[in-house]
């Protein structure tokens, strides 16, 4: 059922074009997918989704798992059932969370960080942010949640350490999850067999910080796992753009050529064409969404604030030949006043010209790699996007 076909790879860089089957339908890679955290892709419907044509979205077990429960949505028949949503689905595993959202962090102090969540052998007990109700996740219960969801691609549960942490913590930290990935799968493949038409591709996650050898290490691990896919986690958490970049370059030598590999939280345009360059297939972030919402817009000369005085008479709509309904519809000086208001329909067209922006241009990348002319279109388009917000 899961089967990965590179169509082309690219003559001058690392980047590929493949197809990526699941139950719920074919995802054309490299591919972006738009992260609806709480089963919803923040103020667009599933129809506005399937219009710009998103091929996979997210949702977060985590927030999930808290409410409402994944209990409720198996009842329900499943995450895409309940949601509404026939296209193919990813979840996490919820780590990531887990470990930013009850963490408490402490700089003014010595210490590496101070934290409400409590890491064992075995699993996590923290709080919930919500409410502060103590809960407990091992890897065996993170795939048990993701199993009654029912996503396509299930991701394994990893400790996700922080970007400040030292060596000796990152190591402890992808030890760790190279157990819970073993349990992981084991647990996985228990549940097939209870019940064989529930098909679900589990994905491995690399991690190891901003050290080489560490991801060398874990690389090697979780490709050893012959899972359908491979992540990358643990980036574009507060290292730099040039340590991101560096980490994945490190990583891609180790990973099997027919399997996708995904980039997890990575999602501004020039991250994008550089890891695509470096061999990436998949990408997710909440990224165009929370900036759209912030009322900030992505065009191919740079990301811009609507709310800029400039655009207070400005007839012309946020990119032009843009073939978003934004922009075949509204200027910037109407969209610049309904953000000013906190109107609900402003940041409805800001999240569609940005989702749109960001899928069109990973639509583009898969043309030019089939091309043979990604390198020059790399190029020339970070030459022209000045990536600021004016």
């Known amino acids: 059922m899961f089967e990965f076909k590179i169509k082309k790879t690219a003559k ?41 044509d998103a091929e996979i979205i997210l949702a977060n077990t985590y927030h999930l798992f808290l409410r409402p429960g994944e209990a409720l949505i198996k009842k329900m028949g499943g995450l895409h059932k309940w949601m509404n949503w026939n296209r193919p689905l990813l979840t996490d595993s919820g780590g990531y969370q887990v470990f ?33 109700s103590t809960h407990y996740i091992t890897p065996e219960k993170a795939i048990q949640i993701q199993h009654d969801l029912g996503a396509d691609i299930v991701m394994a549960f ?21 157990k819970w990935l073993s349990r992981c799968k ?21 991690q190891g910080g901003i050290y080489k050898d560490l991801r060398v ?40 050529l027919a399997r996708p590999r995904y980039l997890m939280g990575v999602g501004t345009p020039e991250d994008l064409l550089e890891c695509v360059d470096r061999g990436i297939d998949m990408f997710d972030c909440v990224h165009p969404t929370r900036m759209a919402r912030h009322g900030a817009f992505f065009t191919k000369t740079g990301r811009f604030g609507i709310k800029n005085e400039k655009f207070k008479f400005d007839k012309n709509p946020l990119e032009k030949d843009c073939q978003c309904e934004t922009c075949k519809n ?61």
């Not at 990893?158 to 190279?178: G, R, V």
């Not at 990348?365 to 790399?378: A, L, M, P, S």
């Open 330 to 390: 509204y200027s910037r000086s109407y969209l610049r006043h309904l953000i000013f208001e906190n109107e609900i329909l402003g940041l409805r067209l800001m999240t569609v010209h940005n989702v749109h922006f960001l899928l069109n241009l990973m639509r583009e990348i898969r043309i030019q790699i089939e091309k043979n002319t990604f390198k020059k279109f790399k190029n020339d388009f970070l030459k022209k996007f000045k990536h600021k917000n004016e």
């Open 100 to 132: 930013s959202l009850s963490q408490k962090k402490d700089f003014t102090q010595k210490s590496e960080f101070k934290t409400s969540v409590k890491i064992d052998e075995n699993g996590v007990k923290f709080k919930s942010h919500i409410d502060g």
């Open 158 to 178: 990893d400790e996700c350490a922080p970007a400040h942490s030292s060596k000796e913590y990152f190591e402890k930290a992808m030890n760790l999850t190279h």
């Open 217 to 256: 290490e874990s690389a090697k691990f979780v490709n050893s796992q012959n899972l359908p896919g491979n992540a990358i986690g643990g980036l574009s958490v507060g290292e730099g753009k040039k340590i991101m970049y560096e980490m994945v370059e490190t990583v891609i030598p180790h990973l099997d």
């Open 12 to 52: 001058d860089s690392l980047a590929r074009s493949g197809v990526f089957t699941t139950p719920h339908g074919k995802i054309q890679t490299p591919i972006f997918m738009p992260v609806g955290t709480k089963a919803t892709v923040k103020t667009l419907s599933q129809s506005d989704l399937e219009k710009l």
């Open 186 to 206: 084991k647990e996985h493949e228990k549940l097939y067999k209870k019940s064989p038409s529930k098909k679900q591709a589990l994905f491995g996650i690399i």
